[in-house]
């Protein structure tokens, strides 16, 4: 069984919508201070990326 792969960097993967999708909101949502969207959004990229790209953000990623 493979290691997941572990970053602390989210990069959206090109040509992925959800991952352009799930950035903007976070983007906004840091941009306009709402803390509980950003956490949101947060929360619904670590699952997305370890669910559909195979990869683990670390604590604290950016
Ligand atoms: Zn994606």
Do not use: N, Q, Y
């Not at 999708?21 to 969207?37: E, F, G, I, P, V």
């Not at 619904?44 to 990869?55: K, P, V």
């Amino acid at each position: 069984m493979a290691e997941a792969v572990t970053t602390r960097r989210f990069t959206p993967e090109a040509g992925c919508p959800r991952c352009t999708t799930l950035d903007m909101a976070r983007r906004h949502a840091k941009d306009t201070h709402d803390h509980s969207a950003e956490t949101d959004a947060r929360v619904l990229i670590r699952h997305h990326m370890r669910t559909e790209h195979g990869r683990e953000l670390e604590v604290g990623w950016t």
